[in-house]
């Protein structure tokens, strides 16, 4: 973390000269979908504005390289018998539209930032999910939400929190990665920046979902705390004052392109009855979302607060870069020796750059998708495959 704030200061400090001080993350960075300086290769800073020649994609990498993306859209109780199988069929679709585009972009030579953009922007447009379009109600009645996105080839990263009206919170992160020289951006100012930026704005009815209303209602009913979070998914049945489904429907995105590069992204409208201004982990750059090509690109989905703790999504890295562990290794004891123990439920998605993956979560299920240049592929939502599961995935 030292050597990465050091190389961050450099590299600000070598923009900033070039610049006159106008400098920031983006001009410091690559243009979307184009080649960026590695980690490490200040040399390599740039504020010419000409479009960066492209990196040619290896046709046949001689590592052997695996590239390809994996999904999230939300980790938690996910009660077969509660979930009808029309509304699966619909999740199990809009999972797999997802990964097939994040993958669509990988196939055709494009960066794992543009992948992970691309699926994301999929789910946040989809009512089914808690993020976008969708996104759970706070205490208020409001929908306020975070996202955030990371470049594991430069170490840039950009984060929103708190918003109520941009179309697609993952594209004004990544706006506020590319385009201004901060990592995090909160409300109405978040908001002022993105209008700069050309993002889509709507009115805030835009993301009201009668389904997420109806979880709010319920919950505010029986007086829950703002960690009492169900999906108040319609398929759901109230049971001995717990919450229906204690589902969280966050998405999130890794990728590894064909370059070997990973990015992760995590979207979310947090947890339903938040409120005070409560932020969780998905937004958090190191809890919610980190990605690194010495390591791997991680997003997180599960109860906020523990992941920022356990600072999860980092420790997943960590264990790789300084403890020696595999990805498997690594990310199974964040999820089950780190979290599970103080009571953390949720999981991650991860990601290496030569294509391992792993998708650990300490729920009963985890929407989750993957599609990889090996041709191996899957659609999946519970722990262990449901009669109705045709996915080939190994949890
Ligand atoms: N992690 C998110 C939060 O705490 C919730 C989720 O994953 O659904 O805001």
Redesign the pocket.
């Known amino acids: 973390m030292l050597a990465r704030g050091a190389i961050a200061l450099v590299l600000g400090l070598v923009a900033a000269a070039c610049d006159g001080g106008r400098s920031s993350q983006n001009e410091a960075g690559p243009k979307p979908g184009a080649s960026a300086p590695a980690r490490g290769e200040p040399s390599e800073v740039s504020v010419d504005d000409s479009e960066p020649e492209p990196e040619p994609a290896p046709k046949v990498d001689p590592r052997g390289r695996r590239w390809g993306i994996v999904i999230h859209g ?2 938690g109780t996910i009660n077969p018998d509660k979930l009808s199988p029309e509304r699966e069929a619909e999740y199990r679709a809009k999972l797999r539209e997802s990964v097939d585009a994040g993958y669509a972009v990988l196939a055709d030579g494009g960066s794992s930032l543009d992948a992970v953009q691309a699926s994301i922007l999929i789910l946040e447009d989809s009512p089914l999910f ?1 993020a976008g379009k969708g996104a759970v109600f706070t205490h208020d009645g409001t929908n306020e939400m ?1 996202a955030s996105v990371m470049n594991g080839q430069t170490g840039q990263a950009g984060a929103v929190a708190g918003i109520t009206t941009i179309k697609n919170p993952i594209l004004a992160a990544r706006a506020v990665m590319e385009h201004s020289p901060h990592v995090m951006l909160a409300g109405p100012g978040a908001e002022q920046f993105c209008r700069t930026q050309g993002l889509q704005e709507v009115p805030p009815e835009y993301f009201h979902t009668e389904r997420r209303k109806k979880a709010l209602d319920r919950i505010r009913a029986r007086e829950t705390t703002e960690l009492d979070h169900g999906s108040g998914d319609d398929d759901s049945k109230d049971e001995g004052g717990k919450p229906p489904d204690g589902k ?3 998405v999130g995105a890794v990728a590894v392109d064909q370059r070997g590069h990973v990015a992760a992204g995590t979207s ?1 409208g ?2 339903t009855n938040k409120r005070w201004g409560r932020i ?3 937004p958090v750059i190191g809890a ?1 979302t980190f990605a690194d090509d010495d390591s791997c690109a991680v997003s ?6 523990f ?1 920022i703790r356990e600072a999860a999504a980092h420790s997943v890295c960590a264990r790789m870069q300084f403890g020696k562990q595999s990805l498997t290794e690594a990310a199974h004891a964040v999820v089950f020796e780190q979290l599970e123990p103080i009571g953390g439920s ?1 999981g991650v998605i991860a990601i290496t750059a030569s294509g391992e993956r792993a998708t650990p979560f300490n729920t009963p299920g985890m929407y989750r998708a993957h599609k990889m240049s090996d041709g191996t592929t899957g659609v999946a939502i519970w722990k262990s495959d449901h009669p109705r599961e045709q996915a080939s995935e190994t949890p």
């Open positions: 939300g980790a808690n975070d969280f429907g966050t979310t947090g947890m969780g982990d998905s919610g997180a989905t599960g109860h906020g607060e992941f949720g």
